[in-house]
C-alpha cells in the first residue's frame, strides 16, 4: 500500500488565519530573521506583522510566510524604533569608493568651469552637461561621503572645494546665460 500523497501547500489570508496559526506565522518569521534583529522585543516583531498582515502557507501544521512578504517585514523592521541607530553608520568599502569617486569627479568637473566660461559654446551639448551636472553635485553623496570621510577635502592645489561648492550654481547659470539657453538670456 502506497502512502497518501502529500497535501499541497494552501494559502491563506491573514484575517482568516487562527490565533495559533498566526502565533506560528510569528515564530517563522523570527526563526528566519534572528540574525538581522537580535535586540528586536517579541512585540515589535508581532506589531510590525499585524501591520504587514501577509498571506499565509500553510503546509500540514507548519506555517510559513512567501520570500516577498518576508522582504516586506524585514524592511518594516528596520525602521523600527527600537533599534538602535549607528553612528557612524556602516558603510561597505566599495561604498565608500564610490563616495570618493563621484566627489572627487565634482572637483574636477568645478575645476573645468572657468575653462568653459572662455569660451562656454566650444563644447556640445553633452559634455556642457555632463560637465555642468557633476560640478552641481548630489546631495545624497555629499552626505555619504562626509559621513565617511574625515579630514581635509579636496585635492592639494586645488580651488578651495567648500568655495568652489558654494559659487557653483551661480557659475553654471552665467554659462548657461553666455550659452544662450533658453530661460537663461
Known amino acids: 500500500m502506497t502512502p497518501p500523497p502529500a497535501p499541497t501547500p494552501r494559502c491563506i489570508p491573514y484575517a482568516q488565519a487562527t490565533p495559533h496559526q498566526l502565533s ?20 515589535a516583531w508581532a506589531n510590525t506583522l499585524l501591520q504587514l498582515k501577509p498571506d499565509l502557507w500553510l503546509d ?9 512578504d518576508l522582504k516586506h517585514l524585514t524592511q518594516r523592521l ?3 524604533e527600537e ?4 553612528d557612524p553608520p556602516i558603510y561597505p568599502d566599495r561604498a565608500v569608493y564610490v563616495f570618493k569617486r563621484f566627489f572627487t569627479y565634482q572637483d574636477e568637473a568645478l575645476e573645468a568651469l572657468p ?10 551639448s553633452r559634455v556642457f552637461t ?26 592639494p592645489g586645488s580651488v578651495d572645494p567648500a568655495l ?4 557653483v550654481h551661480e557659475q553654471v547659470r552665467a554659462l548657461r546665460q553666455a550659452r ?6
Request: hydrophobic share 45%; net charge negative; charged share 15%.
Open 60 to 68: 500540514g501544521d507548519a506555517v510559513s510566510i512567501d520570500y516577498q
Open 130 to 155: 555632463l560637465v555642468t551636472n557633476l560640478a552641481l553635485g548630489n546631495a545624497v553623496v555629499d552626505e555619504l561621503f562626509h559621513a565617511t570621510h574625515r579630514g581635509p577635502q579636496g585635492r
Open 180 to 185: 544662450g539657453e533658453f530661460g537663461y538670456q
Open 164 to 167: 568652489a561648492r558654494a559659487t
Open 24 to 43: 506560528l506565522a510569528l515564530a517563522y518569521a523570527m526563526g528566519a530573521l534572528p540574525e538581522h534583529f537580535p535586540t528586536l522585543s517579541f512585540a
Open 83 to 86: 533599534l538602535p541607530e549607528l
Open 115 to 124: 575653462d568653459m566660461a572662455v569660451n562656454p559654446l566650444a563644447y556640445s
Open 78 to 80: 528596520a525602521a523600527s
